[in-house]
């Protein structure tokens, strides 16, 4: 494979994200999945010629503006689930969506991370629906499943269940409600396969339809702070602050990640709290917008 086809590879890969869409959601997640997968076995066997690639790389849509990548971004994390211990050094902030193949696909990477890194690194989940009607569900169970300390169970249950056995809890359209479209927490049923899952998982069920109400505050304000970062899909990153997007393996993320390791474990040596490293030089001093 020569440079050119490698470069168009790479470009396609980083364009691997879930934009905002609400038409025909459940064909276009197939799609989606199909062609991520596709050009992952290109990928491994070498199937792109100099000629694709320069096509490939002639024909690639202009993008919507995003955070750069040279600069720190302070993305506020209170009240997102994460794991990985609070003093860590470094912090992956994964902005994503219940019914994105994409975010599927990058699980096993963010798994990747913390068994390399340990405790030197955390992943906060951050919500940002991009298929409000099939995947707000999902981010309001995930969030009220953390209420109860049970987010990982849960996450687990919505993608190995809910979105590989495409078990999505759906609005009912304003046509079949006679008037306003009714949202499934709302219902006197009740998200009937996320609250399965609460079942399964082994949480107070009652609670978690409460706190599915309660959790559409912090989902819109995870939206609104992304928002303001200038990410509009998902998958994407921030890295100790610094932005990467698509459905990229461990490889991508190891170079940033060694680099914040090193600055961190820098200003850490010379006395900043290691519990206090990511507010103090990430929020307090990234840059608050686009």
């Known amino acids: 494979m020569n440079k ?31 062609t991520q997968t596709a ?20 024909q690639q ?50 798994d990747e991370l913390r068994k390399k890194y340990g405790d030197d690194i955390r992943i906060v989940y951050k919500q940002l629906v991009v298929h409000p009607q ?20 849960v996450d687990n249950l919505l993608w190995d269940k809910g979105f590989k056995g495409r ?20 219902s006197p049923e009740g998200c009937t396969n996320v609250v399965g899952f609460a079942k399964e998982a082994g949480l107070n069920v009652e609670k978690f339809k409460a706190d599915m109400k309660s959790c559409q505050t912090l989902i819109q304000k995870d939206a609104r702070e992304l928002q303001a970062l200038g990410v509009g899909a998902t998958p994407s990153f921030f890295i100790n602050g610094r932005f990467i997007s698509g459905a990229m393996p461990i490889e991508n ?17 010379k006395g900043t709290p290691a519990a206090d490293y990511y507010a103090q030089e990430i929020v307090a001093k990234g840059q608050k917008t686009l």
């Open 39 to 58: 050009m992952m076995e290109m990928m491994k066997s070498g199937k792109f010629g100099g000629g694709a690639g320069a096509a490939g790389a002639q």
């Open 134 to 153: 099939i995947a707000t569900a999902g981010a309001l169970a995930a969030c009220a499943a953390d209420k109860q300390g049970k987010f990982k169970e």
């Open 4 to 34: 050119l086809a490698v470069l168009t590879i790479i470009t396609a890969m980083s364009a691997a994200a879930c934009q905002q869409d609400t038409k025909g959601l459940e064909h276009k997640i197939d799609d989606l999945a199909k």
């Open 253 to 269: 993320f190891i170079p940033l990640v060694d680099e914040e390791l090193k600055k961190a474990s820098e200003k850490i040596q």
């Open 167 to 186: 078990q999505f809890d759906k609005d009912v359209p304003a046509a079949e409600a006679g008037g306003q479209p009714v949202k499934c927490w709302d």
């Open 61 to 110: 849509p202009n993008r919507r503006p995003e955070p750069d990548k040279a600069k720190t971004y302070a993305v506020p994390v209170d009240g997102d689930a994460f794991e990985g211990p609070a003093t860590a050094k470094v912090t992956v902030v994964k902005a994503y969506d219940y019914a994105c193949p994409y975010c599927e696909k990058v699980r096993p990477t963010m």
